[in-house]
């Protein structure tokens, strides 16, 4: 029998400070920018073209979030014009194990997962 402080460990805990940092690293933009500059760094119109569907002022927004999480860091560089180019941090590259274990499963699980939403929009409709 297992004692409550084991149980309290193993229990799933999602707070509020939790839910907020996941919805700003994990959304829809943030992991396509965060696996171009896992590869290398970028100024912002070579993630405009590796992202393509992104508009301006989401990609903007993405990149804000995840400077103000120091997931990324923004390098001004010193060019005239001057340039800006945005890099992974030591703390956004931690991310990537994480990731790659949520990918995975998504693999392994996406095949019922399809059926699961076929069988529950045939119920509905």
Request: proline share 5%; net charge neutral.
């Amino acid at each position: 029998m297992r004692d409550t402080t084991t149980a309290r460990a193993e229990e799933l805990r999602i707070d509020a400070p939790h839910r907020e940092l996941l919805d700003q690293v994990l959304d829809k933009w943030s992991l396509s920018v965060l696996n171009e500059l896992c590869e290398r760094p970028c100024r912002f119109n070579e993630l405009r073209r590796a992202v393509p569907a992104v508009t301006q002022k989401s990609l903007t927004a993405t990149l804000r979030r995840l400077e103000r999480n120091g997931i990324i860091e923004r390098h001004v560089v010193a060019t005239r014009p001057v340039a800006v180019e945005y890099r992974i941090t030591r703390l956004g590259k931690t991310l990537r194990a994480p990731v790659d274990a949520l990918l995975e499963w998504a693999d392994t699980y996406l095949p019922q997962i399809e059926h699961a939403r076929k069988a529950f929009d045939a119920e509905t409709e």
